[in-house]
């Protein structure tokens, strides 16, 4: 039985900081190459911030950018819900600090923490509300600063990830086939040790003795996660194509998390999808967590790869473990 949302995705925006690093810039501050890093990941380049700016400033950026475009004044929105495992500080909550910088005088909002699929959770949760009726214009935004909580003496972890954000505008429809058509959320916590951040919050307080220990940073068993994410994606997507009677020769699009190239060639290649179908920037990118398939959207409409009608698969896995798809028909 699917799980269908009377909701829609009409708009899409992004923000990348400027400053580009590039695999020859870490070859001079970790023992790396870019041949490996290309090879095993995918990844060229990554953005990464300035000093001072945080998940809400590109939040911000990428959600003004969405309500110009589409020309909706910030008072119209409703809800805002923000993906990031870096959020600007414990509490208040990020969503609060977007909410007051764009004008949203009419939207409540909070901050949701599943990592890799933490997108893709918030874009579920923000069209629930709007599917219900409740809600008439909702924010789903995915917004993190990797490079905040990075080693960069860790060499199998800081070249995998970069800096960036992106927004949607979630809307109802009365379309039946148009919107969220399927989607599947999951969580598997026996993971949770395979990539964390043990400092910093109630169990590991910050203290001189977290930070000699390196305790605010990304701690993962990279092959145990990357086994996982082929499997789960692949699994999940090959599940919401067939309980909605579809084959990957059905999509038009798949728009997977960026977290390394082989990942998603693996998760395809299950789906019999071929390259022409997969959005990829992981080579311009890294792995921006919660910014990745909102970015990926951005890039697919401007590249002209994302028309109205076409049969879409969102699909992302990420710490927790989290894994999340989403089959939606495009709409706009
Ligand atoms: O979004 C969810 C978050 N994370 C992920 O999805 C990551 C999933 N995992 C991965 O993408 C991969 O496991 C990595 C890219 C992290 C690692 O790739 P791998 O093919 O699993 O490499 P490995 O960890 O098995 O390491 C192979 C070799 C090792 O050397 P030895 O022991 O064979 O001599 C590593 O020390 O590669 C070495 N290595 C590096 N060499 C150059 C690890 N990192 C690097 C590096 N540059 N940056």
Redesign the pocket.
């Known amino acids: 039985m699917g799980k269908r949302i009377a909701a829609k995705i009409t708009g899409v925006a992004g923000y990348l900081p400027p400053r580009v690093m590039t695999n020859a810039d ?1 070859e001079k501050i ?4 870019d041949e ?2 290309r090879t ?2 995918g990844i060229r380049e990554r953005h990464v911030v300035d000093k001072g700016m945080a998940a809400s400033h590109m939040a911000v950026e990428a959600a003004k950018k969405l309500l110009s475009q589409k020309k909706v004044s910030p008072e119209e929105i409703e809800l805002i819900v923000l993906a990031s495992v870096t959020p600007d500080m414990m509490f208040p909550a990020t969503a609060c600090l977007i909410q007051d910088r764009i004008g949203a005088k009419n939207a409540w909002g909070f901050d949701l923490s599943a ?2 699929s933490g997108f893709l959770f918030a874009l579920t949760v923000a069209a629930q509300f709007v599917g219900a009726g409740t809600h008439k214009k909702a924010l789903a935004i995915g917004s993190d600063v990797m490079t905040s909580i990075i080693n960069y003496e860790d ?6 990830f970069g800096d960036g954000a992106g927004a949607v505008l979630v809307e109802p429809t009365e379309n039946g086939n148009e919107g969220i058509l399927d989607f599947h959320n999951d969580v598997d916590g026996s993971g949770g040790c395979q ?1 964390y951040m043990p400092g910093g919050g109630s169990l590991n307080p910050a203290s001189h003795e977290t930070v000699d220990k390196k305790m605010h940073y990304v701690h ?1 068993e ?2 145990a ?2 086994k996982y ?1 082929v499997r789960r994606m692949a699994d999940v997507s090959a599940m919401l194509l067939e309980r909605n009677g579809f084959t990957g020769k059905d999509l038009a699009l798949v728009v997977p ?1 960026q ?2 190239l ?2 998603i060639r693996a998760m395809q290649e299950r789906l019999g999808v071929d390259d022409s179908k997969v959005l990829v920037n992981i080579e311009r990118y890294g ?1 921006t ?1 919660a910014g990745t398939v909102p970015l990926g959207l951005m890039d697919a409409l401007a590249e002209g790869r994302l028309r109205k009608g076409d049969l879409v698969m969102l699909v ?4 927790g473990f989290t894994t999340s798809g989403i089959l939606l028909r495009w709409a706009c």
Not at 316 to 319: D, F, H, L, T, Y
């Open positions: 870490l970790v023992d790396t190459n490996w890093i095993r990941t990592a890799c060499r199998a972890t800081c070249v995998l990539l993962q990279g092959s996660v990357f994410a998390h977290a390394n082989r990942i792995n967590t992302a896995v990420g710490a």
